[in-house]
Nanobody, 118 residues
Framework: VQLVESGGGLVQPGGSLRLSCAAS????????MSWYRQAPGKERELVAR????????NYADLVKGRFTISRDNAKNTVDLQMNSLEPEDTAVYYC????????????WGQGTQVTVSS
């Protein structure tokens, strides 16, 4: 089982990044997928979540209207499009998979760094 994030980097305020999470070793369509982030000195927080079939999404208030989560179960990928980035969005972003029935089955990626700075 593996979740591998990519797409992080350094971007100026107001810019955009697209994060991608590639899943392997399990059937993605059976999992609720989420993106979390953790800034230095802060707790990990939920950024966005998408249901197993992709019909429902939830966002943290701080990113609503700026971030969009999407998934492609056929390609085993989950993306996070981030627009209008702010310095406060600087964090390590993690991909999470949680089984849609057995919530104790839970996987994490290694994280990808996003830095928003001029």
């Amino acid at each position: 089982v593996q979740l591998v994030e990519s797409g992080g980097g350094l971007v100026q305020p107001g810019g955009s990044l697209r994060l991608s999470c590639a899943a392997s070793g399990f059937t993605l369509r059976n999992y609720v997928m989420s993106w979390y982030r953790q800034a230095p000195g802060k707790e990990r927080e939920l950024v966005a979540r998408i249901s197993s079939a992709g019909g429902s999404t939830n966002y943290a208030d701080l990113v609503k209207g700026r971030f969009t989560i999407s998934r492609d179960n056929a390609k085993n990928t989950v993306d996070l499009q981030m627009n209008s980035l702010e310095p406060e969005d600087t964090a390590v972003y993690y991909c999470n998979a949680r089984h849609r029935i057995s919530s104790g089955i839970d996987y994490w990626g290694q994280g990808t760094q996003v830095t928003v700075s001029s």
